[in-house]
């Protein structure tokens, strides 16, 4: 791999986004408007109150993408869109532009961030027009060189999924961004099918990309449910992107594949239960074990013994709770002498040994005395 500057966080409108920091999440609004701006700014609403940090469009229309023509190279063959042509796909699919600057301000106002996926330089031009905070590139978009050169030349955070891709190719695309000064750089893994089968996910491949690209990583997610986002946060995802719809019964392109607002909060709920869980690398008692301490085995007498009688696996067991000497001590104790009378059901202290803990050969300074 070229050397190159290795980025433990992105920063997005304040927001900083990276390990150490909660999960950014992202609701891809894509086709779900279904034709409909004021469905659209619902969904920028429903998207806030579920406990996104973001929501996520396109754009582009089918003529900055591709042509319109019947040829069997343009037609779909199979999956969730087959029979259509690519042409008339994204006709159904894409966000007009004119709507975009005012769904902005809707996100703006109701105080998430807006994102949007632009598909050629005049979409660039547009979203930097709309003074956009950051940009997103897509799994098939990642092998655009000069379209890749042309969105980091703006300098804003890019985070850019890597369906697809193979090792060499999303090398040369970081490179490109890289190669523009631009180091805000996220990559996302990404199964670029609809929906995605978990277990063609290939989820390990988050922590390598992590290693591998020293990006900051996360997951553009198409599976059904929210077992891989809240699994992506405990390989070290950092960033989590998921369709967005108000109910699969609006059907467009992208319904059968998208998280209702209850999914989606679920989802939510799971990805920080799961990156509050991971927490840090700690050994010891957590605060909320300190009771349970207690409960731990120590040495306890079990029968009256007298002074002068001999401690003996008969009137002295390990048993909890852990009043009395570690049970690491027992067999150092058994065949020693009793200082004093001891009752039935006391800890065992090293006061009780004749000579104590000097005698035992044990200069432990932090046991039960």
């Known amino acids: 791999m070229t050397e190159q500057k290795r980025t433990s966080t ?117 979203l930097e027009e709309m003074e956009c905070a950051c940009y997103k590139i897509a799994s098939f978009e990642m092998v655009d060189l000069p379209l890749i050169t042309y969105i980091a030349s703006k300098q804003k955070p890019i985070i850019m999924s890597t369906g697809m891709g193979k090792v060499e190719e999303i090398e040369e695309a970081i490179q490109a961004i890289y190669k523009t000064g631009n180091h805000q750089a996220a990559l996302l893994k990404c ?37 891989s986002a809240a699994m992506s946060v405990a390989l070290g995802g950092s960033i ?31 990805v920080r239960a799961a990156q509050a869980a991971i927490g840090n690398v700690f050994y010891g008692p957590a605060e909320q074990e300190q009771e349970s301490l207690k409960f731990r085995r120590s040495i306890f007498v079990v029968q009256d013994i007298h002074e002068g009688e001999v401690f003996t696996e008969q009137n002295i067991r390990s048993i909890r709770p852990s009043d009395g000497l570690k049970p690491k001590y027992y067999e150092l104790v058994l065949g020693r002498r009793a200082a004093c009378d001891i009752s039935r059901g006391e800890p065992l202290a090293w006061k009780h040994v004749e000579g104590g803990r000097e005698a035992a050969g044990v200069l432990c300074a932090v046991d039960v005395i």
């Open 191 to 227: 199964s670029s099918a609809y929906p995605a089968k978990p277990e063609q996910m290939n989820l390990r491949t988050i922590a390598d990309m992590k290693e591998r690209f020293g990006t900051v990583v996360g997951l553009s997610d198409h599976s059904m449910g929210s077992l």
């Open 240 to 270: 989590i992107e998921k369709h967005f719809c108000l109910g699969r019964e609006i059907k467009n392109p992208d319904s059968s594949f998208s998280m209702t607002p209850k999914e989606f909060a679920q989802m939510v709920r799971d």
């Open 10 to 126: 992105i920063t997005v409108q304040n927001r900083v986004i990276g390990e150490g920091y909660p999960a950014y999440i992202i609701a891809e609004m894509s086709a779900n408007h279904a034709g409909s701006m004021e469905r659209a700014k619902e969904i920028i609403h429903a998207a806030k109150e579920v406990g996104a940090d973001c929501i996520k469009i396109q754009t582009y229309t089918p003529d900055t993408l591709t042509i319109d023509c019947g040829k069997p190279y343009f037609q779909i063959g199979g999956g969730t869109w087959s029979g259509e042509t690519l042409y008339g796909l994204y006709g159904k699919a894409y966000t007009p532009w004119e709507w975009q600057p005012l769904l902005k301000e809707e996100a703006d106002k109701t105080g998430i961030h807006f994102l949007s996926t632009p598909f050629d330089k005049t979409a660039v031009d547009f």
